[in-house]
């Protein structure tokens, strides 16, 4: 096993694991109905293929993909397609969805559900398979993973690495995963090796997960290239360019990424999916969930994508606690606050961490220059600065200051003694930024 490895920068929020790090998955009943954004993945609009009372079984395809860096989207459910139209986002805007309407046959599409040995597959096969079953980073950014497994010719890629960090406090769907399916994600990472052809993996797990660590290195003794690592536990130790640098002692260049010093990374469920999709003909179709926070039930579920928050709620507590004040989906330092209950579970969802009334409110005070924004950003940038020119819109400064390297950690607006919304203050610039770029490519 490595020595204990982090980053510089970065904060230590109390993890808030121990209502659910015991909890084992438990399989939630199918819902009534699913609701199912085409778009759940980062890159090239997706194609609906079906229309309003259509007859669909699980894994049929809904939304085909729209060029090399996109995936299809799958139906969830069987059933019927009871509208296509416009529904509310977990982010909190209105997008085309598919709803479906269950059968509760739970009927599978012919062909999906096979058993396959990925060892007799074509490389180029298993990668057309990936994308195929709709897989996508499922640490948060969605990213689709085949385009990951598919590095330029002049990008060597020497080193895989497996984020089972979960740096995110309350959340343990990942830790859970590396308990109860081991020996799957370890033939799912020798999977990933195949395909990349790289001469090393670390599996990257937090040093507060110590069965996990336990749990792989027992699994990898004597295999070749394949050791668990160790790493501290802090925040956003899970994020790209900070496993990078912590692992490997790499520093992926500013607008760069791990491929370009010769690392790819792939997260824990991403992983157990690309196993799932090429070994059993299972697209990407539930998601293990982290339910914690204000809840009488705390756990970790496996829910169909698409179910709503308020069905799996309702499943999880019975009714909706009556204190409830907000539900953030994902973790409380990069997830979303939800506009309302009646939004799906998407592909990306690994938490549900649900605060009571009163909500606390930040005090919203001037910068009083301490510099602790400075102390705690993991990529080495000015938060103060940055917010600054963000809230009075001087978006050269904010290139300047490369806004765009920010990863939205949120570490600058815990540590902040003010109560400043630095990170949202910087994801505005960031933005803002990118827009501005992209209309003046668009005029060129």
């Keep these: 096993m490595l020595k204990q490895a982090t980053f510089p920068g970065g904060v230590h929020p109390p993890d808030s694991k121990e209502a659910t790090r015991d909890k084992k998955i438990e399989r939630l009943a199918l819902p009534a109905r699913v609701i199912l954004p085409l778009q759940q993945h980062i890159g090239a609009p997706v194609k609906c293929v079906v229309a309003k009372g259509d007859e669909v079984k699980v894994g049929d395809v809904l939304a085909s993909a729209g060029g090399f860096i996109s995936v299809p989207l799958h139906a969830t459910l069987s059933g019927k397609v009871k509208a296509v139209g416009s529904y509310m986002h977990p982010a909190g805007v209105a997008t085309e969805a598919v709803v479906i309407e269950g059968d509760g046959e739970d009927a599978w599409a012919a062909g999906a559900a096979a058993e396959r040995d990925w060892r007799q597959i074509d490389i180029d096969q298993l990668r057309k398979m990936i994308q195929d079953a709709g897989i996508v980073g499922l640490g948060g950014a969605a990213f689709p993973t085949h385009v990951k497994l598919s590095p330029p010719a002049d990008k060597k890629i020497d080193t895989l690495l497996i984020n089972g960090a979960e740096c995110e406090p309350f959340l343990n769907a990942d830790y859970r995963q590396m308990l109860e399916r081991t020996e799957d994600l370890i033939e799912g990472i020798k999977l990933v090796v195949r395909i990349l052809g790289c001469e090393r993996t670390l599996v990257a797990v937090e040093d507060n997960k110590p069965e996990a660590l336990a749990a792989l290195d027992s699994l990898l003794a004597g295999e070749h290239g394949i050791e668990a690592a160790p790493l501290k536990t802090k925040y956003p130790q899970g994020g790209e360019k900070q496993l990078v640098e912590a692992l490997t002692g790499r520093q992926v260049p500013s607008g760069g990424l791990p491929m370009d010093v010769g690392c790819v990374i792939q997260n824990v469920s991403t992983v157990l999916s690309i196993y799932d999709a090429v070994t059993k003909g299972r697209p990407l179709i539930d998601k293990v969930v982290t339910i914690t926070g204000a809840v009488r039930n705390p756990g970790n579920y496996l ?69 602790g924004c400075v102390d705690s950003c993991p990529v080495r940038l000015v938060p103060c600065e940055l917010a600054l020119y963000a809230e009075h819109e001087r978006w050269d400064k904010c290139r300047e200051y490369h806004v765009k390297d920010c990863i939205e950690c949120g570490s600058c607006s815990y540590t902040c003694p003010a109560g400043r919304n630095l990170v949202q203050l910087i994801r505005y610039g960031k933005y803002s930024v990118i827009n501005e770029d992209r209309q003046k490519k668009d005029k060129k």
């Design 303 to 371: 829910v169909r994508v698409g179910t709503s928050v308020l069905d799996v709620l309702t499943q999880v507590e019975g009714e909706i606690p009556e204190n409830l004040g907000k539900v953030i989906m994902g973790g409380p330092m990069m997830g979303l606050a939800l506009p309302g209950l009646d939004v799906p579970v998407l592909k990306g969802t690994n938490g549900l961490v649900l605060i009571e009334r009163p909500v606390p409110t930040a005090v919203h005070d001037t910068c009083i220059r301490c510099g």
